[in-house]
């Protein structure tokens, strides 16, 4: 049996702390770390191109989709995961909804109810510079 022994580093910049017993509703647009023990209503979102890694404890919730390159779950999440870069799922992890991603790792104990959809790095720059795309048109097209 392989034992587990190196750990995903932190992103750089600072680290944000949703402590046990808090409850946050609304969306959380952040880089660097986010470490949530309470609860989110909400959806979580890494600013662009921001090297940023979000870790939902044991006792943690989200309700809500996540778009953050790295993800680390050993709690709740209810909502889609996009993960640009790697997703890892711990014994207690349990995700309702489904899992994009380029990396993932997934330990004995780990529920997801929804679909996995592998994607590589270069396809997801490329769906966010084609909905980027879009966007301005939109906008162009408005005025």
Same mark, same amino acid.
């Given at each position: 049996? @392989?034992?587990k022994?190196?750990?995903?580093p932190?992103?750089? !910049?600072?680290?944000?702390?949703?402590?046990g017993?808090?409850?946050?509703? !609304?969306?959380?647009?952040?880089?660097?770390?986010? +470490?949530?023990?309470?609860? &989110?209503?909400?959806?979580? /979102?890494?600013?662009? !191109?921001?090297?940023? @890694? /979000? @870790? &939902?404890?044991?006792?943690? @919730?989200?309700?809500?989709?996540?778009?953050?390159?790295?993800?680390?779950?050993?709690?709740?999440?209810?909502?889609?995961?996009?993960? #640009? #870069?790697?997703?890892?799922? *711990?014994?207690?992890?349990?995700?309702?909804?489904?899992?994009?991603?380029?990396?993932?790792?997934?330990?004995? !104990? *780990?529920?997801?109810?929804?679909?996995?959809?592998?994607? $590589?790095?270069?396809?997801?720059?490329?769906? /966010? $510079?084609? +909905?980027?795309?879009?966007?301005?048109?939109?906008?162009?097209?408005?005025?």
């Open positions: 049996m @392989r034992k022994n190196n750990s995903i932190f992103a750089q !910049g600072n680290t944000t702390l949703i402590a017993g808090t409850h946050v509703v !609304g969306d959380i647009h952040f880089s660097g770390n986010l +470490e949530i023990e309470g609860q &989110v209503t909400g959806n979580v /979102v890494a600013e662009d !191109g921001a090297e940023a @890694r /979000v @870790r &939902v404890l044991p006792d943690g @919730r989200v309700l809500g989709d996540v778009h953050v390159p790295i993800v680390v779950i050993n709690g709740y999440i209810e909502g889609n995961i996009y993960s #640009s #870069s790697q997703v890892e799922l *711990a014994d207690k992890a349990v995700v309702e909804g489904n899992l994009h991603y380029a990396l993932i790792e997934i330990e004995k !104990g *780990a529920q997801v109810n929804g679909s996995f959809v592998h994607q $590589s790095a270069e396809e997801t720059n490329n769906v /966010v $510079s084609l +909905e980027n795309a879009t966007e301005s048109s939109q906008e162009s097209a408005s005025s």
